[in-house]
């Protein structure tokens, strides 16, 4: 396990030697000693899961008459929960083989994600849950109060036409509203981590678990890879059920192509770009992301000059042309 914090670009940080808060000042000047730091551990995992599949994902005429934080989730969407849970035990345990691993969850409150927790948290024990807490920053993209089937339609279909990032519903919220409150969240949850709030053994493999909804899982990835408007765009949702795993690869950069295929990420809707970095990321260490930087600022430049002498020589031409 890798002693450390997360910077705003996802980087591992290995923490201060020396601790500087008032209150080991304190006790530092009582006890005549310095106090020793305390661990900061990455956590192995952050695995993002949608719900399970609901009665509005069944049959859109259920937004018309209850309000779409109620709508609870099917028969079948149980069973896809049931199976989720299956499925990460597993992944986390290394089938069982592993001991050192510990969960902790947060869920959005509705009641479609508070069910899919329910039933996925049947395939732990009491003694590998660290914690739950529900957390409002991740819950569905506001669609207003009710929604009127005739009407959404014609709205998602003015959706299209506008963008699907900066198209903000009637009496709701655009998907640029959500990536601010899951930005919110994301900085809390580094906090958490940073002042061990989660009470995490740094002997175990720390996995986060965020039970929530298809569209803020990929704003989600899209604050956390720095990804931009127009590559969000081509992002295909989540199925019920479905989870990515952002996983920490070997020299601190996180990564989905730790765990996932690169015909996973094509699925999804990744660029051959985008997946090009994911594959970086699993093996680069954080010092390697200078060298990487000329890929990250070709995506916003046509062209860089090499030098100033070669920048200026260019203009100078262009103008006499």
């Not at 730790?258 to 996973?264: L, N, Q």
């Amino acid at each position: 396990m890798i002693n450390s914090t997360v910077d705003d670009n996802g980087h591992a940080q290995i923490p201060d030697q020396e601790h500087h808060c008032h209150c080991c000042h304190f006790h530092s000047q009582n006890q005549q000693k310095p106090p020793a730091p305390i661990p900061k551990c990455l956590p192995k995992r952050i695995i993002l899961v949608r719900h399970g599949e609901s009665e509005g994902n069944r049959d859109d005429a259920m937004y018309t008459i209850t309000p779409d934080y109620r709508i609870p989730l099917t028969p079948k969407g149980i069973d896809q929960a049931k199976e989720a849970g299956s499925r990460i035990f597993d992944m986390v345990s290394d089938n069982s083989s592993s001991d050192n691993w510990k969960v902790y969850f947060y869920v959005s409150p509705y009641v479609r994600t508070r069910s899919t927790l329910r039933e996925m948290g049947r395939a732990f024990s009491r003694r590998r849950v660290l914690g739950v807490r529900e957390e409002c920053r991740i819950r569905e993209q506001d669609f207003g109060n009710f929604q009127v089937a005739d009407r959404m339609k014609a709205i998602k279909e003015t959706r299209e036409r506008f963008g699907r990032f900066f198209y903000r519903f009637p009496e709701g919220e655009s998907a640029a509203d959500v990536y601010d409150r899951v930005s919110s969240f994301l900085e809390s949850l580094w906090r958490d981590i940073d002042m061990n709030r989660l009470h995490h053994d740094p002997n175990d493999d720390l996995n986060l678990v965020i039970i929530s909804h298809g569209l803020a899982s990929r704003v989600f990835l899209m604050k956390w890879f720095k990804w931009t408007v127009e590559q969000f765009e081509y992002l295909n949702n989540l199925g019920n059920c479905e989870f990515r795993v952002i996983q920490l690869g070997i020299g601190g950069e996180y990564s989905l192509a730790v765990h996932h295929t690169e015909e996973e990420m094509l699925e999804w809707g990744l660029s051959p770009e985008m997946i090009s970095d994911q594959k970086w990321r699993a093996h680069a260490s954080r010092s390697s992301w200078k060298d990487k930087c000329c890929w990250y600022l070709d995506a916003f430049f046509d062209h860089l000059a090499n030098s100033d002498e070669d920048d200026y020589d260019e203009v100078k031409s262009n103008f006499s042309d």
